[in-house]
């Protein structure tokens, strides 16, 4: 029972354009949200978080929109640049049962920007 | 500080013996976490730690694994007689209080 739906395994963009990810959760319990980039042979690297009580949070080229009513997330990159490739993780944090404060992670989907 | 450190980087063992991880968190971070990740999956959670408090264990962790953080720093992951199907990424992230948490470059694990 997956919990974070990541439903897009692969995403390609042009350079300059807007990339969009997109998230699904199903527990109403989580909270917190956030966003994860991750190259290969890598940790995952935090990139940016929204809070419930919130439905956007930006920051530089990065933006989170939270909509609860539709348990989606989306993170938005604009202008997208070679160095985005990567996959991308879209975590939950609450009380689900995956650790009242551990992360639930989507399967995450692989951003490619094309020059 | 130069961020949440794993040792060893990878680890090849045969299968039936015992292995352990060191992760060493951001020092002011007084919470520290183990997840596991396979090939085409999200980080899976394991267990996390409050200072050396061990206050969540998911029920993937069977009764191989143990963890320890003593005196609330560095921390440890042991598998006891390891199986193929142990063979993934383990991660270890540490964050303050309940905010980001920032992660390892992971241990990979295989099992042969």
């Known amino acids: 029972d997956q919990q974070v739906k990541q439903n897009s395994p692969s995403l390609s963009v042009q350079e300059g354009r807007i990339s969009i990810l997109n998230c699904d959760y199903t527990?109403?319990?989580?909270?917190?949200f956030l966003w994860y980039k991750k190259y290969p042979a890598e940790g995952p690297t935090f990139l940016i978080s929204i809070s419930s009580i919130k439905d956007k949070n930006e920051d530089g080229r990065f933006t989170v929109f939270l909509n609860k009513s539709a348990k989606h997330l989306s993170l938005h990159i604009v202008p997208s640049q070679p160095g985005d490739s990567a996959v991308y993780f879209c975590?939950?944090?609450?009380?689900?049962?995956?650790?009242?404060?551990?992360?639930?992670f989507g399967k995450g989907t692989h951003l490619i920007i094309q020059p | 500080d130069t961020g949440v450190s794993q040792d060893p980087r990878h680890k090849i063992t045969k299968r039936g013996q015992n292995v352990t991880f060191r992760c060493d968190p951001i020092?002011?971070?007084?919470?520290l976490y183990w997840y596991r990740q396979t090939l085409g999956q999200g980080p899976e959670f394991l267990t996390y730690f409050q200072n050396e408090a061990q206050l969540e264990k998911s029920r993937l962790l069977s009764d191989r694994f143990s963890a320890e953080r003593p005196k609330g720093s560095f921390s440890t992951l042991e598998i006891q007689r390891t199986e193929q199907g142990d063979s993934a990424m383990y991660l270890c992230a540490s964050s303050l209080e309940r905010s980001e948490a920032f992660f390892g470059q992971g241990t990979r694990l295989t099992v042969v």
């Open positions: 975590a939950a944090s609450g009380y689900s049962g995956g650790g009242a404060d551990g992360l639930t």
């Open positions: 020092s002011e971070h007084n919470r």
């Open positions: 527990n109403s319990m989580f909270d917190y």
